[in-house]
Nanobody
């Protein structure tokens, strides 16, 4: 079992920045990828970004490329999502998730491939 706890959400004006954090516990993450997904009201959950734990390969949704950066701190068992140039359409609940069995290559981007999920943190971007 992997437990994931997100933090860092909040209310920000368009053009602003937020940094989300996700702390993982319960297992070593050496064979995992960690990802961020989001779900806006009335919409399906969508992929945002992911990173492999051991090598640090990353993957981004087209909608956030150049604005969001995913990173990790192995010593703190944490993954981060730096969100810049935020837009109202970025408003959503953001979830951290862990995908087993990913060491090499690009991390995956389908929520069905992720095994463990956090409770989510709300991000609201006002216009």
């Amino acid at each position: 079992q992997v437990q994931l706890v997100e933090s860092g959400g909040g209310l920000v004006q368009a053009g602003g920045s937020l940094r989300l954090s996700c702390v993982a516990s319960g297992r070593t993450l050496s064979n995992y990828a960690l990802g961020w997904f989001r779900q806006a009201p009335g919409k399906e959950r969508e992929f945002v970004a992911s990173i492999t734990w051991t090598i640090g390969n990353t993957r981004y949704a087209d909608s956030v490329k150049g604005r969001f950066t995913i990173s990790k701190d192995n010593a703190k068992n944490s993954v981060y999502l730096q969100m810049n140039s935020l837009k109202p359409e970025d408003t959503a609940v953001y979830y951290c998730a862990a995908d087993r069995g990913v060491v090499f290559g690009a991390p995956r981007n389908l929520d069905s491939q992720y095994d463990y999920w956090g409770q989510g943190t709300q991000v609201t971007v006002s216009s």
